[in-house]
T-cell receptor
């Protein structure tokens, strides 16, 4: 079955540590996204990538980093510079921007808690 | 830049009540419009979409019409069920970059 897989589902991190969230898709989509979800704030875009080896900052990129070495994979690293990393993180993918009706497919999310 | 504004929540309704969730948008071009639904502990799923003015998207009894003149995409359902309890997000996508912009979401609770 085609889809997006995020792992792990739950993640605990000590303050001062970097942690990497995995996102893999087998939909052959060009574009991939990372969103952060906090109660009452909806989804905020962290980073997005429209093609392999290229990515752009979203609205809240500070304290995060990404890579896009393969079409299928778009890992997100939450660095120690992120002041408030506890949140629910969602990965998504879409076909390229050439299509207007670009439906996004989402993973099940990773809940990160700093302890 | 692009933006999506949803009505404030949460919303609590009794089963079989009529539902309206308001959504308005600001965009520079001609966006596609979407409603996504998120059930507890899960990612988002596409509920319905519309790609041009006056299009009506529909799915599972939900409907929304793309109104260019009022820049709106309000979600409606004639008779809600307990299973409709979830968070609903309005979103838009511009042709230029396929970047999705979401509203803040609204939590719907339906009581028996």
């Amino acid at each position: 079955d085609g889809g997006i897989t995020q792992s792990p589902k739950y993640l605990f991190r000590k303050e001062g540590q970097n942690v990497t969230l995995s996102c893999e898709q087998n939909l052959n989509h060009d574009a991939m996204y990372w969103y952060r979800q906090d109660p009452g704030q909806g989804l905020r875009l962290i980073y997005y990538s429209q093609i392999v080896n290229d990515f752009q900052k979203g609205d809240i990129a500070e304290g995060y980093s990404v890579s896009r070495e393969k079409k299928e994979s778009f890992p997100l690293t939450v660095t120690s510079a992120q002041k408030n990393p506890t949140a629910f993180y969602l990965c998504a993918s879409t076909q390229s921007g050439a299509r207007m009706n670009t439906e996004a497919f989402f993973g099940q999310g990773t809940r990160l808690t700093v302890v | 830049g692009d933006s999506v504004t949803q009505m404030e929540g949460p919303v609590t309704l009794s089963e079989e009540a009529f539902l309206t969730i308001n959504c308005t948008y600001t965009a520079t071009g001609y966006p596609s419009l979407f409603w996504y639904v998120q059930y507890p502990g899960e990612g988002l799923q596409l509920l319905l979409k519309a790609t041009k003015a006056d299009d009506k998207g529909s799915n599972k009894g939900f409907e929304a019409t793309y109104r260019k003149e009022t820049t709106s995409f309000h979600l409606e359902k004639g008779s809600v069920q307990v299973s409709d309890s979830a968070v609903y997000f309005c979103a838009l996508s511009e042709l230029a970059n396929s970047k999705l912009t979401f509203g803040k979401g609204i939590t719907l609770s339906v009581r028996p």
